[in-house]
């Protein structure tokens, strides 16, 4: 199961799922998808707020590629919530649920 944050909606995943099956995502398309039921301005704010947390790569003019964080998210190895990488998967990019645990 994936582990989201808190911080997070639900067009988030989907978000993710369609930049990571594009190889990249520009807003304005995104706004177009049947699966995405929100307007520009709401998907340009999840996409920076995805920025932020490290799931999405800004490459700029609204166009954004899915990161490492991104992936394992999807992958159900990356804990939104924590910002850490579970089952010491990622443990190259960042803490691991049981590196944080033990500090």
Wanted: glycine share 10%.
């Amino acid at each position: 199961m994936r582990q989201s944050g808190t911080w997070m909606t639900i067009w988030d995943d989907r978000i993710l799922e369609i930049i990571r099956d594009e190889d990249a995502g520009r807003v304005g398309d995104l706004t177009e998808r049947d699966a995405i039921r929100i307007s520009p301005s709401s998907v340009s704010r999840r996409c920076k707020k995805l920025a932020e947390h490290g799931l999405l790569t800004p490459l700029g003019n609204g166009v954004y590629t899915i990161s490492d964080r991104g992936e394992a998210y999807l992958d159900e190895e990356y804990d939104a919530e924590n910002e850490v990488y579970l089952n010491g998967n990622g443990a190259n990019n960042g803490p691991t649920a049981s590196q944080t645990s033990e500090s």
